[in-house]
């Protein structure tokens, strides 16, 4: 989505007064369609879930290539959110079916590995499409989801074993969004979400607080995020492979600590060097805490209640997505430094109401 705001200014002809709304309308689809559908495929499968998610967002964006006007663009976006709500959740259900319980970090580990290269893929890729047509970028996404599509058709069998699947087959919205039943998960993902949204506030706030201070420019600020995500890829398998028999408690107070670290860093400087380091930290932060969550989630969840229980996730998730750039913002807007300052005591209280949580289910689970 880097290329949307071009592609709709240049080539759909949407004004920019009406982009960011229709950048809403994809989180949107997502959010709204989550919650309804997000766990089905604990009821019909992953794997008919999976083709139909590729399927329907591949075809979307094939679709935006020939959409023009803002309410037919409008329209494809939600259709694509929606289809994209059930893919994540389906997705980690599929390596917790498949891979034993306390091999599930370093898997997640892996997933995320891909998730970065294709952010720095992506774009790449993307800007090569661009100099052909800005809509070219949509065909390309179209061709690479699809293809994600035949390769699932092809070589992905069914992970979802038929005693999982539960015998009633009435769920209501309630029943599709666990947290408001699991008193444990719904702990996990407030205490989660909030120090995610502290998170949030570096990523959101710091190209602001670079170019205002000077010392970037935007498209340095584009390679700086470029390098975070590359040291993704190039560390969170050894980092996790290294902390792998180390307790779910201990790397999240370590993510915490890591994470006001980055904070204090930006706190008392603005030059190159904070802003690396400040960014370097929040990545290590994310390695730590990245693939523990997914992770913590399967502990609780039943077999038979995966995939609802990573659409509650990801329900928090875009929760978060949303509150969370909108706050920092604001808090910038008051005083350049009153993020850093505001996010240190928010990250250190959620980071320890998330560890005694984390504690207390593991004790639970256990018992």
């Known amino acids: ?9 240049k080539e759909a002809g949407i004004s920019a007064s009406h982009i960011g709304l229709l950048l809403a309308c994809y989180s949107g689809g997502e959010l709204l369609a989550t919650p309804l559908v997000g766990g089905i495929a604990d009821r019909v499968g992953r794997r008919p ?9 591949g075809m979307g964006f094939a679709i935006l290539y020939f959409t023009h006007g803002v ?15 059930v893919l994540h959740p389906t997705i980690s259900a599929v390596i917790a079916d498949a ?24 774009p790449a890729v993307g800007s090569v499409l661009a100099l052909f047509s800005l809509g070219a970028v949509f065909l390309g996404s179209a061709l690479a989801t699809l293809i994600s599509t035949l ?26 969004l666990p947290a408001f039943r699991d008193a444990r998960l719904a702990g996990l993902l407030l205490w989660s979400m909030c120090l995610q949204i502290s998170a949030g506030w570096l990523s959101s706030v710091l190209p602001l607080y670079a170019v205002d201070a000077g010392t970037l420019t935007p498209s340095q600020i584009g390679l700086l995020f470029t390098y975070a995500a590359v040291l993704t890829v190039l560390f969170q398998l050894k980092i996790s ?30 030059s190159l060097t904070a802003l690396v380091l400040g960014l370097s930290l929040l990545s290590l932060s994310q390695m730590l805490f990245g693939p523990l969550l997914p992770t913590l989630i399967m502990e609780l969840a039943p077999a038979h209640a995966r995939a609802t229980y990573m659409a509650a996730a990801s329900v928090a998730a875009d929760l978060k997505d949303t509150v969370g750039p909108a706050a920092g913002t604001s808090l910038y807007a008051i005083a350049v430094r009153l993020p850093w300052m505001v996010g240190i005591p928010v990250a250190v209280c959620a980071t320890l109401a998330l560890a005694f949580n984390v ?8 018992s």
Request: glycine residues 6%; charged residues 15%.
């Open 49 to 57: 879930v999976l083709l139909i998610s590729t399927a329907g967002v």
């Open 151 to 176: 390769i699932i058709a092809l070589w992905l069998p069914e992970t979802l074993t038929k005693d999982s699947i539960p015998d009633d087959e009435d769920e209501s919205l309630i029943g599709i």
């Open 99 to 122: 891979i034993p319980a306390e091999q599930h970090r370093y898997y997640f580990s892996i997933a995320r590995v891909m998730s970065s290269a294709g952010r720095v893929a992506g």
């Open 1 to 9: 989505m880097p290329f949307f705001a071009l592609w709709a200014e």
């Open 359 to 366: 504690r207390r289910c593991g004790r639970r689970t256990a």
């Open 71 to 85: 309410w037919a663009s409008a329209l494809v976006l939600i259709l694509i959110g929606a289809f994209e709500s």
């Open 241 to 270: 492979a290294v902390l792998a028999h180390v307790s779910n408690f201990r790397m999240v107070i370590a993510s915490g600590c890591v994470l006001v670290g980055a904070f204090i860093c930006l706190l008392f400087s603005s």
